[in-house]
């Protein structure tokens, strides 16, 4: 699950995606629906999605290039 989640969010990446509000909701929907796939608690994933969004942001500059 780990690595598609990591794969799913790097195809989806943009140069500004930070700043963008509709690349985030996109990038949460894509996060939400792979924790689903795999069962993952439904009252736990909007704080998995946060996390995964905040690591995300902080490995960014590393994916970019």
């Known amino acids: 699950m780990a690595c598609e989640l990591v794969e799913t969010v790097r195809r989806n990446l943009t140069i ?4 963008k509000e509709s690349v985030k909701a ?3 929907r ?3 629906r792979l924790l689903r ?8 994933q909007e704080k998995a999605t946060v996390t995964v969004l905040e690591q995300a942001e902080s490995l ?4 970019a290039t």
């Open 60 to 63: 960014c500059k590393n994916w």
């Open 26 to 28: 996109n990038l949460r």
């Open 16 to 19: 500004d995606w930070t700043q």
């Open 30 to 32: 894509l996060v939400k």
């Open 37 to 44: 796939k795999y069962g993952y608690s439904p009252e736990k």
